[in-house]
């Protein structure tokens, strides 16, 4: 059964009734700039084909209802504030939440969810969740939201609602990304780009490797991450790492006492001008050429911003003993994905050398498919 159906049926068994319709919105991969949405800097994702699906229909009592595929006993609430609503309605009860703070006024609807991006996963089920409730509420009620608008307030669900403290990728992605193009994002100014990103038309492909890492000490890392790049920042007197170039890293790491910081920071300044070259090359249509910027990143992420596991460093090794031209983490870190840049016919025997080193290491079993960039939120 597709998502669109396993909604729809998810709905009338929930409520009896016929959804006024169904929305959708993707999970994504940040193709390169890890952790430099939250330091004002640039990032690169493109959306998955996988996507969540909420089934939405109007409320009979004035109050939102929201139920899933993976917990099918909805969840009711009135006007809340944060806190009120927990566990995985916070993410719905926090849309509605946001909206109504930004000046909204969302209509009492009835939900019912069914999702294909795996959760916890870095995919950003979290974002597709909030993306597709987002958009259900604003189409619905005719509501008067720019897109330019929309990840902001899905963000500010997650940070303020659900008390996750995640920067503007994942909901940029997943409300504004375009199918067959990247979204190169300034996270600070939210200007963006649609950068060509075709690459069946280059023969190659990217390949996506789920570690299925179990994610351990992922809310507490990323908080430390988020504070060492504050701490920088303020050292440095700059509004934000981004105002960092990497002419003036030298002199700002002798600036930097303590090691840790010095490390977290060059990551954020080189992984921003590694999106930066990035983009310009993908620009130009060499699209091979961006491997070796993969690998830099996730040497990076591993070495300086340590968010690395042995289960993602394994996969990046195997997929580039296989030929890959260039392979990272993908994702906040602590577990995840990997993705691959290959040759599009070395799509299975990539996967499979990424498996048997997972064999060999004792690690449970990776899962891997090729992702092409998919569109953004929107009604079905
Ligand atoms: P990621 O965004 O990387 O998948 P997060 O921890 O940010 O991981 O978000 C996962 C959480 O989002 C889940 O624990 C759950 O609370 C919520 N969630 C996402 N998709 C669904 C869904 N289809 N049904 C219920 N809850 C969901
Ligand atoms: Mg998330």
């Not at 597709?2 to 929305?23: D, M, Q, V």
């Not at 994504?28 to 699906?53: C, K, M, S, W």
């Not at 996506?208 to 920088?232: F, L, T, W």
């Not at 016919?345 to 996967?351: G, K, P």
Request: negative net charge.
């Amino acid at each position: 059964m597709s998502t669109a159906s396993e909604a729809l049926a998810a709905f009338t068994a929930a409520y009896g009734t016929e959804p006024a319709g169904l929305w959708a919105a993707p999970g994504r991969v940040n193709l390169i700039g890890e952790h430099t949405d939250y330091n004002d800097g640039f990032v690169l994702p493109f959306a998955l084909p996988q996507r969540t699906v909420a089934a939405v229909g109007p409320s009979p009592d004035g109050t939102w209802s929201v139920s899933s595929t993976l917990a099918p006993e909805p969840v009711t609430f009135g006007v809340t504030e944060p806190g009120e609503v927990t566990g995985w309605g916070a993410y719905v009860a926090g849309v509605v939440w946001a909206l109504r703070d930004a000046g909204f006024e969302p209509p009492a609807v009835r939900i019912a969810i069914a999702s294909e991006v795996p959760l916890g996963s870095g995919l950003s089920s979290s974002a597709a969740l909030e993306s597709a409730v987002l958009t259900a509420l604003i189409d619905l009620g005719g509501l008067d939201v720019p897109l330019e608008r929309r990840p902001a307030i899905a963000q500010r669900a997650e940070n303020l609602y659900v008390g996750a403290p995640t920067g503007i990728l994942d909901q940029s992605a997943s409300i504004r990304c375009e199918a067959g193009r990247a979204l190169f994002l300034d996270c600070r100014s939210y200007a963006i780009e649609q950068i060509p990103f075709d690459l069946a038309a280059a023969g190659l492909a990217i390949l996506v490797i789920n570690s299925n890492a179990p994610h351990q000490h992922v809310d507490g890392e990323y908080g430390a991450r988020r504070k060492s790049c504050e701490e920088s920042a303020a050292i440095l007197g700059v509004p934000a790492l981004r105002d960092v170039g990497v002419d003036e890293l030298p002199a700002a790491l002798d600036r930097l006492g303590d090691d840790v910081l010095r490390k977290r920071t060059r990551h954020i300044v080189t992984e921003n001008q590694r999106v930066l070259d990035t983009v310009a090359l993908l620009r130009a249509g060499k699209v091979r050429e961006i491997g070796p910027l993969l690998t830099a990143s996730h040497d990076s992420m591993r070495d300086d911003f340590e968010i690395t596991v042995a289960q993602v460093d394994v996969a990046v090794q195997a997929a580039l003993a296989a030929g890959a031209y260039g392979a990272r983490m993908t994702g906040g870190g602590f577990g995840g994905c990997v993705l691959a840049l290959i040759d599009a016919d070395r799509a299975e025997v990539t996967a499979d050398a990424v498996a048997a080193a997972y064999t060999e290491h004792g690690f449970t079993a990776p899962t891997s498919w090729v992702a092409v960039a998919g569109p953004g939120a929107g009604k079905i």
